[in-house]
């Protein structure tokens, strides 16, 4: 990865994460508290959408390849129980977040190398999102106006017309998780333990271990579970056309099921959800790349 040169960040600061040591081992990925003090004094960004639109702008993927390796989602309509959900084209990545990646981007001491990582809560993720975003010269899709001392953001709302980096929407997720497939596992009726760590009592395992799915996206159910962007909710009971899901809510998605789960958590059809501050050695998350919806 190429070093970053934070000057070009224009006064960016965020939220830095310290971690021990990423081994499959119970040893947690913790926050530093000093330094997220500083950090919300001297913080000036307050999440605001910044444009990087320019004239003669095209609508190509932007640089990510020093960060991240994307995989492309043509766009499709998915048919979920009797309720349709068609969705734009958009970029997944590959894989989880690293730690390796998320402590480069958020300034952290990481040393879990290829290791997904964990214990970010989803304000967290979302914050990955924002700084990653600028770092290749996108808008921010968080928009907020201030961090409290529990490091929620204050006055939250998702801008999902830019292009951006940021958290998928649940639809998003499912329909990269099953790669045009309708069986209950994207693996179909193949064994399980090749395709997903799961059923564990170690931890995590580094990222790509296994066989990816038919769009070449690896850990799609296993390793960790990840936060996706939407409030967890009832889905809804008429057809949908890029559907962000539920408007507020007090608990965030989470999909795909993590290493010390059951294999049925990793159907790709089952859900789950969380507290958006919980933070766990099993859940974590990936990106993608949307031009706007």
């Known amino acids: 990865m190429k070093s970053i040169n934070w000057l070009l960040l224009c006064g960016l600061s965020v939220l830095t994460l ?39 702008e095209t609508d190509s993927l932007p640089d990510l390849s020093d960060y991240l390796k994307m995989v492309e989602i043509p766009a499709m309509t998915y048919v979920r129980g009797n309720i349709q959900f068609s969705l734009d084209e958009y970029s997944m990545s590959e894989t989880e977040v690293t730690q390796e990646l998320y402590s480069e981007v958020m300034q952290g001491t ?18 990955f999102c924002n700084a990653i975003s600028k770092l290749v010269g996108l808008d921010t899709a968080y928009v907020y106006k201030s961090i409290n001392a529990d490091g929620e953001l204050v006055n939250l709302s998702v801008n999902y017309a830019v292009k951006t980096v940021r958290l998928p929407t649940e639809m ?24 997903a760590y799961y059923a564990q009592s170690k931890g995590p395992v580094e990222v790509a271990s296994y066989i990816p799915n038919a769009y070449g996206l690896y850990d799609m159910g296993g390793n960790v579970a990840e936060w996706v962007g939407d409030w967890y909710a009832s889905l809804p009971t008429t057809s949908q056309v890029n559907y962000t899901g539920a408007s507020s809510g007090t608990l965030k998605g989470i999909r795909g099921g993590g ?9 790709s059809a089952e859900r789950n959800k969380k507290d958006p501050m919980y933070r766990g050695q099993t859940v974590g998350f990936r990106v993608v790349y949307s031009k706007g919806i």
């Open 110 to 127: 990481a040393k879990g190398g290829k290791y997904p990582v964990y214990d970010v809560n989803w304000y967290e993720a979302a914050l």
């Open 172 to 195: 998003e997720w499912e329909v990269a998780a099953r790669a045009g497939s309708q069986s209950t596992y994207y693996w179909g009726t193949a064994e399980a333990s090749k395709y």
């Open 18 to 56: 310290a971690a021990c040591t990423a081994t499959g081992s119970s040893e947690e990925f913790e926050v530093d508290e000093a330094i997220i003090s500083g950090w919300k004094a001297n913080h000036k960004d307050k999440g605001e959408v910044h444009s990087s639109s320019s004239e003669g």
């Open 259 to 267: 290493w010390s789960d059951k294999v049925t958590a990793l159907a």
